[in-house]
């Protein structure tokens, strides 16, 4: 079963992803983000079908057409439940769902705290490494710092993940 859910999850999440880009100077296919959250949670331990399926659709509902209940239907309601507590609401200013984030992380399922921590380790070595073109010095350094306090709020959830974050963390601009 549990690989079935994953495979399902990757396909699912390829499908729905397939004609975005990630903002870095390549446009590298969305689909290579929800796969770095997996491949991340993997390393440190995390081997719960569950999880690395709701890492892999994690930015579905917030960044497609998907619903929480077609998740609901296909994949099962822990899975859709987690991906609907990491999905940002986007009818909302990008500076309330910034702070609606920090604000609400430390009310996360330990499992959507998890993906959270596997989002911010992912999005902070990209924009360290590869950042979008259009982002200064000023708007990355925010980003770290957003990130961090978001991160800050739920230590304690899993060492090895906070330790990646912190070692990417270090790399801030």
């Not at 397939?18 to 903002?23: A, D, I, T």
């Not at 994690?58 to 497609?64: G, R, S």
Request: aromatic share 6%; proline share 5%; net charge positive.
């Amino acid at each position: 079963m549990g690989t079935h859910l994953l495979i399902d999850a990757l396909a699912f999440a390829a499908y729905k992803h397939r004609l975005q880009r990630r903002k870095d100077p390549e446009a590298s296919p969305y689909i290579n983000h929800p796969i770095a959250l997996a491949h991340v949670l993997a390393g440190a331990g995390i081997t719960n079908a569950k999880i690395l399926a709701a890492a892999v659709l994690h930015d579905t509902i917030e960044d497609t057409e998907t619903t929480y209940e077609e998740l609901r239907e296909r994949f099962g309601k822990t899975v859709a439940g987690v991906v609907r507590e990491v999905s940002d609401d986007k009818t909302l200013p990008k500076a309330e769902r910034k702070r609606l984030q920090i604000e609400h992380a430390a009310e996360l399922s330990r499992r959507a705290r998890l993906v959270k921590l596997a989002d911010k380790i992912c999005n902070v070595r990209d924009v360290a490494s590869n950042p979008p073109n259009d982002w200064p010095l000023t708007r990355r350094r925010e980003y770290f710092d957003w990130a961090k306090a978001v991160v800050d709020r739920i230590r304690g959830t899993n060492k090895h993940l906070e330790h990646a974050f912190d070692d990417a963390f270090a790399g801030r601009p």
